[in-house]
């Protein structure tokens, strides 16, 4: 689909696109999609205004009905959901099912708030005072900055918008650089709701921002964000939630993940086979919940290796858009240089690679794919427990199952994690506090695919952000604690007298 066309549909003008400094590049052939103007810090602090203006209006708004909205929102993503979902895999490189599956998170995420808006309960506190009662109440921040990474261009976004605007609050959005055109498309959706919806200046609601870091920074620092909501980089998330807390303003990070997978002897290894492959490859790797480390026991080891290097050479790599494609390329040339120095450092710490080389540099010389990365080694060596946002899976193996659990959570990120066994003990063991210190933590199922329902994240490394479902709507409301004395007594002041 042309690019235009495609941009037309989801209802932003060319002029949207096509006039400014920032260029965003499909990373499918290296083409260039478009030139954006870019945010200055006082352009931020305007859309920090607009939305605190827009949120004064919004807060007294009875919580269904803004669920309302929301559920309006959801109703133009189903209508766009190909579109959208299309110009996803343009912009950041995915497969088609997995442009569209994004999508579908972010239309999951809307018919969750519905519901959350019919239900932001607050407690019924027992006093011991005679004649009062104590209860709890749940108000909205304000203004939420929200601040996306690449490979998660819209359902991030949505995770944490559609639980902000149900509790009364306004977004603030700083989409990546790499995927702007993302961004674009869902405001201009939501205005689209928000005139179905019969207030077309709620469109203020939401504001994007589009901008390099220091855009970023300068959302981190306005006093008026009360809650700054960012995926990335570890060292994004070192930048960012410094300055927030600065001005004592909250944080919610998910920045990383590492994780791993046990396979013990128990295990169904077609089952742990499709879901390894899965979850190492998807994204070309580039997701927070890809496989990294696969900790095998050593009866299966051979076995599960073999099974996966056939497997691996299976996996047709290219154009993400493409029927039958299942991994498309990484982000940039930076990306590719990434998984190279990690395939290094793993050779000199005398691991065995097989594949992660560049792949279709003939037909795409602007674009960086590459075959996935299986990697053998000795022991979790410092290479290991670093994390590159490329498809490297390396492979361990191990004898003694608490040793397993030792080596699994030896490692400085927590995002998902799991384990492919048949033994109730183990599978409960992996689950207990002794077991997996991540967030995620799944039996006979990959490390990616979390479902809305369950709140996302955990990540140990960063304080454990939680976002999307549970009760991670609590994250964007403040707390009042209410006392009501409905006798005429004052129990605390008994004795004392006054003139009145």
Not at 279 to 306: D, F, K, N, P, W
């Amino acid at each position: 689909m042309n690019l235009d066309d495609l941009m037309k549909a989801l209802g932003v003008p060319k002029s949207a696109y096509a006039d400014g400094p920032i260029p965003t590049r499909s990373p499918i052939d290296g083409r260039l999609l478009g030139q954006l103007r870019q945010a200055s810090a006082a352009d931020t602090a305007a859309a920090v205004e607009r939305a605190q203006a827009a949120f004064l209006r919004w807060r007294d708004v009875p919580a269904p009905r803004r669920g309302k909205l929301v559920r309006l929102l959801g109703e133009e993503l189903r209508r766009h959901k190909a579109e959208l979902g299309w110009l996803v895999s343009l912009e950041v490189g995915k497969i088609a099912a997995e442009g569209e599956g994004e999508v579908q998170e972010m239309i999951d995420i809307c018919d969750f708030a519905v519901g959350l808006s019919r239900q932001l309960h607050g407690l019924t506190i027992a006093s011991e005072r005679p004649g009062h009662r104590m209860m709890e109440t749940w108000h909205p921040l304000g203004v939420v900055g929200v601040i996306t990474a690449f490979n998660f261009p819209v359902a991030v976004w949505a995770w944490n918008a559609a639980l902000a605007l149900v509790c009364g609050n306004a977004v603030v959005w700083k989409p990546s650089e790499k995927a702007p055109l993302c961004a674009l498309a869902v405001q201009s959706l939501f205005e689209r709701a928000c005139s179905a919806y019969g207030d077309a200046e709620l469109a203020q609601l939401s504001q994007v921002v589009v901008g390099l870091a220091d855009a970023g920074a300068a959302l981190a620092d306005h006093p008026r964000v009360a809650l700054v909501s960012a995926t990335g980089s570890t060292r994004m998330g070192r930048a960012i939630g410094p300055r927030v807390a600065q001005r004592f303003g909250r944080c919610l990070l998910e920045l990383g993940g590492n994780n791993a997978v046990i396979v013990a002897p128990s295990a169904d290894l077609d089952l742990a086979t499709r879901a390894i492959v899965f979850a190492a490859v998807g994204t070309a790797g580039q997701r927070c919940t890809t496989a990294r480390r696969l900790i095998v026991h050593e009866s299966v080891y051979v076995e599960l290796v073999g099974r996966l290097k056939r497997a691996y050479a299976s996996v047709r790599v290219g154009d993400p858009l493409e029927t039958g494609t299942l991994m498309g390329p990484l982000i940039d040339q930076a990306a590719y240089e990434g998984m190279q120095r990690a395939l290094d450092q793993a050779r000199s710490e005398g691991g065995s690679v097989h594949g992660g080389e560049r792949v279709l540099a003939d037909r795409h010389p602007e674009a960086w794919y590459v075959s996935p990365a299986l990697v053998e080694m000795p022991a979790q060596t410092e290479g290991v427990r670093g994390e590159t946002f490329a498809p490297i899976l390396y492979v361990m193996h191990y004898a003694d199952f608490d040793k397993a659990l030792a080596l699994h959570n030896d490692v400085p990120q927590g995002l998902s994690s799991a384990i492919f066994t048949t033994d109730l003990r183990e599978a409960e063991a992996f689950l207990s506090a002794r077991g997996s210190d991540c967030g995620i933590a799944n039996v006979n199922i990959g490390t990616s695919g979390a479902e809305i329902g369950g709140a996302f994240g955990g990540e140990k490394e960063t304080g454990g952000g939680r976002e999307s479902g549970s009760d991670a709507w609590k994250a964007y409301m403040r707390r009042a604690t209410n006392t009501i004395n409905y006798s005429r007594e004052l129990p605390l002041a008994q004795g004392i007298k006054f003139d009145l």
